[in-house]
């Protein structure tokens, strides 16, 4: 997908880069998530969430309105697929 | 409410999640006028507090009070400021894993929502030691100086970062980033 390596050594760098970022993040949240999955913002977003490699790392995608695709991409990064909260609609 | 069973009980209160010990949540809440848990806050909280740590998707308009669904697990569960564990450092006890670095990331698509963001979480956190900050160019520095440590010297940390996809982006995957631990 969006993150494009020349070689194996660089693959190895750069994730050394993100790890040092993030390995200690727990807790990520997108805001807004119909926006951040969507094609403008993909190519960003994936790369900062794989970073954020702590095992226990609790993740939480909100929104106003979801469209199928986006959702099915969020649900293959929530553990267990997540719970789905919907608020408001018919 | 739908996923995997067992689905998470939703709090029907602040009281159902919010600490006992520590008032100033609720103080703040009251203090900018948010006297009642609305049902997708009392849903969500329930599913990131569940022992389970479920992840969550929610769909709510906007204006269902969503901002402050995540906001409140979120300073439930990050417990103390990661200054508190920073002092601890000092006078001897080496802070958890959990107490350093960036320890939770908000992601916003526009710079304009992330400060608006940031403006309700510094809300929440008026008068306490939290370490909140909203990426931009101005503050790159000192996040990046925030997840370096030094000999005998822990990272500071930051407890709550607000960032757009952008500028984070380019921060996990730049030069300017340090690689020692």
Redesign the interface.
């Known amino acids: 997908m969006p993150c494009h390596y020349t070689s194996e050594h660089d693959a190895t760098e750069e994730r050394s880069k993100l790890i040092h970022l993030s390995y200690r993040t727990r807790y990520i949240i997108l805001d807004e998530a119909d926006r951040l999955l969507g094609s403008d913002f993909l190519p960003q977003v994936e790369p900062i969430v794989k970073a954020c490699t702590h095992p226990l790392l609790q993740k939480a995608c909100l929104s106003a309105t979801m469209e199928a695709g986006p959702e099915a991409l969020a649900k293959t990064w929530l553990r267990d697929e997540g719970v789905r909260i919907v608020v408001g609609l018919k | 409410?739908?996923?995997?069973e067992p689905?998470?009980k939703s709090f029907k209160t602040f009281d159902d999640f919010l600490p006992t010990s520590d008032e100033f949540l609720r103080k703040n809440l009251r203090k900018h006028g948010v006297h009642h848990l609305w049902?997708?806050q009392g849903?969500?909280a329930g599913?990131?507090l569940d022992e389970h740590?479920?992840?969550?998707?929610?769909?709510?308009?906007?204006g269902?009070g969503?901002?402050l669904?995540?906001l409140l697990p979120?300073m439930v569960?990050?417990g103390k400021p990661c200054r508190s564990a920073f002092k601890l450092f000092k006078s001897g006890d080496a802070p958890t894993?959990?107490e350093?670095?960036?320890?939770?990331?908000?992601?916003?698509?526009t710079h304009e929502?992330a400060l608006q963001?940031h403006n309700e979480v510094l809300k929440l956190c008026e008068g306490h030691a939290w370490r909140t900050m909203l990426l931009e160019k101005s503050t790159e520095k000192a996040i990046i100086d925030s997840?370096k440590s030094e000999e005998g010297k822990p990272a500071l940390g930051i407890d709550i970062l607000v960032a757009t996809?952008?500028r984070?982006?380019h921060?996990?995957?730049?030069?300017a980033?340090?690689?020692h631990?």
């Open positions: 409410l739908s996923g995997p689905l998470p049902g997708v849903a969500v599913a990131l740590k479920r992840d969550v998707m929610v769909i709510a308009p906007t269902s969503k901002t669904s995540y979120l569960r990050l894993a959990g350093q670095g960036i320890r939770s990331i908000i992601v916003l698509p929502l963001i997840t996809p952008e984070l982006h921060l996990v995957s730049s030069n980033l340090p690689l631990e």
